[in-house]
């Protein structure tokens, strides 16, 4: 086994996840790829939250190239890595076009590491309780690793409801990393969903007085349901339409908000007929120099100032972290 470790992670957060790892000190980080941070572990990684998952490495490949006979290299690394009596299950994905397909990468690889092998080649969803590989090529490199965990991180315990358009959480917990919880008070989702976003906040700031909002009664029950202890002081959940927000003026420090794109969830309320009011009501709602970090599909929202924004890719589709700060008031 190589002594390193690969954090897979929505592309776009590589670099947050490699802070991440040096700022819990779980590890010195050795390199980013497009979804991976290599690094050498020194603690337990599944502390992480920005990780989708964390794989231990069992070889690194090179010259895989785009011929089937790339096929026979891998199949040879696996030979020996895995173990002769233990029953396994293969994912595998790559970067750019090749003349294989993702499963001729799982039935070579999962046929050689030893013990038996369960194909997912015909739809066949693999039993619970396997050992789970997962092989990832990019350019030439090929990467074979097992999960270190039971389950991949991105599946919180806490996740007993979602409802439609919940925030894949290891995203939550990079918005709530970005809008610096540590100086805040009062944080408030305008659009809590099944309530990740917050519940994600709270594991930063245990101390905030956290608030979701959201025009649904199902998604308020939802929150509800999912926050249980997931949380050190749990939310409050208020069934309230965004586009009119229960709120003073400039009593909030931070906003964390996944709108409705109109695509899973569409604008309810206020919103329906005029969705730049949730813009108005967050500029209203944050105090002088608050922040807001937004999950921005399309142009980006007018009224605050925008400091930073970064690209991620969220089931095909390329949305941006926006993190906007209430400009100073002109007196």
């Known amino acids: 086994m190589h002594t390193f470790a690969v954090a897979r992670a929505v592309h776009g957060i590589e670099p947050l996840v490699a802070a991440e790892i040096?700022?819990?000190?779980?590890?010195?980080?050795?390199?980013?790829?497009?979804?991976?941070?290599?690094?050498?572990?020194?603690?337990d990684p599944r502390a992480l939250r920005l990780a989708d998952d964390v794989l231990l490495v069992g070889a690194v490949v090179d010259g895989v190239g785009r011929q089937r006979s790339a096929l026979d290299r891998l199949a040879r690394a696996a030979e020996g890595i895995g173990g002769p009596a233990l029953a396994h299950e293969v994912s595998a994905s790559f970067v750019g076009r090749r003349n294989y397909t993702r499963f001729d990468i799982e039935d070579a690889?999962?046929?050689?590491?030893?013990?038996?092998?369960?194909?997912?080649?015909?739809?066949?969803?693999?039993?619970?309780?396997?050992?789970?590989?997962?092989?990832?090529?990019?350019?030439?490199?090929?990467?074979?690793?097992?999960?270190?965990?039971?389950?991949?991180?991105?599946?919180?315990?806490?996740?007993?409801?979602?409802?439609?358009?919940?925030?894949?959480?290891?995203?939550?917990?990079?918005m709530a990393e970005l809008a610096r919880l540590d100086e805040a008070r009062t944080?408030?989702?305008?659009?809590?969903?099944?309530?990740t976003t917050l519940i994600e906040a709270a594991h930063l700031a245990p101390h905030a007085r956290l608030i979701g909002l959201d025009h649904s009664p199902q998604a308020v029950r939802t929150a509800s349901l999912n926050a249980g202890t997931a949380c050190g002081s749990e939310p409050t959940w208020i069934r309230a339409d965004a586009g009119r927000i229960p709120l003073p003026t400039a009593g909030?420090?931070?906003v964390l908000v996944n709108p409705p794109w109109g695509r899973q969830v569409p604008p309810a309320g206020l919103l329906a007929a005029d969705p730049d009011r949730l813009w108005r009501e967050v500029r209203r709602v944050l105090a002088p120099g608050g922040l807001a970090v937004a999950l921005v599909h399309g142009e980006l929202p007018r009224g605050l100032a925008v400091q930073r924004v970064i690209e991620v890719s969220l089931s095909g589709r390329h949305p941006v972290i926006a993190i906007l700060r209430r400009p100073a008031s002109r007196g």
């Open 187 to 195: 944080v408030l989702d305008p659009c809590c969903g099944a309530g």
């Open 22 to 43: 040096i700022r819990l000190k779980i590890g010195a980080v050795l390199e980013l790829r497009h979804r991976e941070v290599w690094f050498e572990p020194r603690r």
């Open 252 to 254: 909030v420090d931070r």
């Open 109 to 174: 690889v999962g046929s050689r590491l030893g013990g038996p092998y369960h194909s997912r080649r015909d739809g066949g969803r693999p039993p619970e309780g396997l050992a789970s590989w997962r092989v990832t090529i990019e350019s030439e490199r090929a990467v074979i690793a097992r999960r270190l965990a039971d389950r991949p991180l991105h599946r919180r315990p806490y996740k007993s409801g979602a409802v439609p358009g919940s925030l894949h959480p290891p995203l939550a917990a990079a």
